[in-house]
């Protein structure tokens, strides 16, 4: 499974050909022990959970890196390698 980005602690993954459970693009984000599915599209959790700091950092990451996140979601689907995604900064998380 894929490491896209890893940010104060959060580690962002996508798994190839992962359209089995959620058909919406989405990434799997670990953090503390928590596990969750989060839509690109919107940012909303599709499954597992997250604290919501963490949860608002991801989304802001998202609406960020958006366009980079669809342009690897295809590339997933279609089990060719994926591109990294540069971390949230401290200056873009403020």
Known sequence: MPQLSVFFGIVI?????????????HIHVFYSGHLSSIAIEDGQVLA???PSKQLSLVQKWITIHKEELMKDWELAISCQPLFKIPPLTRKDSQ
């Open 13 to 25: 993954q996508m798994f190839f050909n992962d359209t089995k459970h959620h058909n919406l693009p």
């Open 48 to 50: 597992g959970s997250i």
